[in-house]
């Protein structure tokens, strides 16, 4: 079993739509979540960060944790071209590296 | 949110010669970087931690003595790729992270990374 699990896609949704995006995580110590935006060519682009049970949310985005079922989701709505990326789940366990999964491509549809 | 620099974006060296990556944290102090190496539609793996004031801890099958990794202040790391070949053609992105919140809440940050073509 991988520690971080993503469906790898590509998740394609219509322009202005809502995008589900799933993680789930083996380590029940682990105590950050994260989500990073990643373009073809660039680095990570931290999006969302939580540590808490329950939904976070910043702008567009809504991260949600579920620490009991080992789950992290992220929404994002009104959902643009310009979205389209890949999405990468990590989590970290205490002063541990970055675990990633390995990562959802998102299509949003003009 | 916190900002990591890494110089150069873009090198393209000669088999055989050494290429050094800087790294910088630039609005924070990083105790621990990281450096990670990304091959074409591949996600990013954990070549090793790199640790201010001590020697970096090298993930399994990372050579040591290939990938030099220096981090002597609280906000550069550096790591030198020794004797190129053009198997290490990659992308390398460096990482470093912020302590949130006491018993280990941390946020991490990628640098902009750097694309080495080993000719």
């Known amino acids: 079993q991988k520690e971080v699990e993503q469906n790898s896609g590509p998740l394609s949704v219509p322009e202005g739509a809502i995008a589900s995006l799933n993680c789930t995580y083996s380590?029940?110590?682990?105590?950050?979540f994260f989500w990073y935006r990643q373009y073809s060519g660039k680095s990570p682009e931290l999006i969302m960060f939580?540590?808490?049970?329950g939904d976070k949310e910043d702008g567009r985005f809504t991260a949600q944790l579920n620490k009991a079922s080992q789950y992290v989701s992220l929404l994002i709505r009104d959902s643009q071209p310009s979205d389209s990326a890949t999405y990468l789940c990590a989590v970290i366990r205490s002063r541990r590296a970055l675990t990633f999964g390995s990562g959802t491509r998102l299509q949003v549809q003009p | 949110g916190a900002v990591v620099s890494q110089h150069p974006s873009r090198v393209i060296c000669k088999s055989g010669t050494s290429v050094k990556i800087e790294c910088r944290s630039l609005?924070?102090?990083?105790?621990?970087m990281f450096w990670y190496r990304q091959f074409p539609k591949q996600s990013l793996m954990l070549m090793a931690t790199?640790?201010?004031?001590?020697?970096?801890?090298?993930e399994q099958g990372v050579e040591k003595d290939k990938f030099l990794i220096n981090h002597a202040s609280l906000t550069l790391s550096t790591l030198t790729v020794t004797s190129a070949h053009p198997e290490d053609s990659s992308f390398y992105i460096c990482?470093?992270?912020?302590?949130?919140?006491?018993?280990?809440?941390?946020?991490?940050?990628f640098g902009p990374g750097t694309r080495l073509t080993v000719t």
């Open positions: 790199s640790n201010e004031g001590s020697k970096a801890t090298y």
């Open positions: 609005d924070f102090q990083a105790t621990t």
């Open positions: 380590d029940r110590g682990s105590q950050s």
């Open positions: 939580i540590y808490s049970n």
């Open positions: 990482s470093a992270r912020v302590l949130i919140l006491a018993g280990g809440i941390y946020e991490q940050y």
